[in-house]
């Protein structure tokens, strides 16, 4: 459809949509002085606009009088998209009903899939899977509905993409894993179920930067000891760090006593030549640099005569 301008008729279609205005929305498509897809300056349509916003009986009015299920905003984002988005379970049913594509995806990739697991919305998730949406999609930046529910720390989602074989090790194009983005978060109840699940524990960013390694410099706690007892490198990597000189440097006292238990070598020296302590005390984290050293002497031994 060609770009013109909105009459008064578009904006009044438009605005009962939005409000759920049954009434007001019969009355001005009945005038015949509107089309049913008469689309805003963003390329909105009544329907997606009834859509998002959970209006059930405009939306099947609009069905009802012709509009299509699969108009798109400039974005590239449909009714479906925002029904799922929603959480909004019976809208979703009736747009599928009415033959809207499952997997149609926005400019970025995004699909109806994408925003119901990102939004938590299970029942929409299987619904969707169930009604053949791909649980292999990728987005432009090559994450899939896995990475974006790792990403937002929703267990259940990702226990069910991971029952419907999805690829628990597939990366975004920067080489960034489920696991790494779960790490980031700190998730720790993701972590645990995408190592139970096969997850490569030491799967690297583009930048060498493992899940250990960030889970170390954002602090948590929990998903260092979960990554460190499924065995993730405390040496050095591709970065030219290890997890210990990334909990010094960013004053996660907790996390460097954790990586020191676990056998973290103190001494290690990153890429340029600085250890640990060396990187705590340049960043003003005195105690931690006093641990360092500490744990780096010798134990002294005292003999009895």
Known sequence: MSLKKESKSDQQLHLAALQGNLAALQRVLDSGKVHVDCKDKEGTTPLILAAANGHLDCVKELLEQGAQPDERRHT??????????????????ELLEKGASVDLASQDGGTPLFVACQCNHLDVVKELVARGASVHHCMEDGA???????????????????????DVNQTRQDKASPLWIAAQMGHSDIIRELLASGAQVDAAREDGATPLFKAAHKGHIDCV???????????????????????????HLKVVKQLVNAGADVNLQNKEGATAADLARDAGYDIIAEFLKQSGQPPSFQTTV
């Open 225 to 251: 000891a979960d990554l460190v007892s499924h065995g993730a490198s405390l040496g050095l990597l591709e970065n030219g760090e290890s997890a210990l000189h990334a909990a010094a440097l960013f004053g």
């Open 144 to 166: 899939t509905p896995l990475f974006i529910a790792s990403q937002n720390g929703h267990w259940n989602v990702l226990k069910y993409l991971i029952s419907q074989k999805a």
């Open 76 to 93: 590239g984002t449909c009714a479906l998209f925002f029904a799922a988005q929603g959480g909004y379970m019976d809208i979703v049913k």
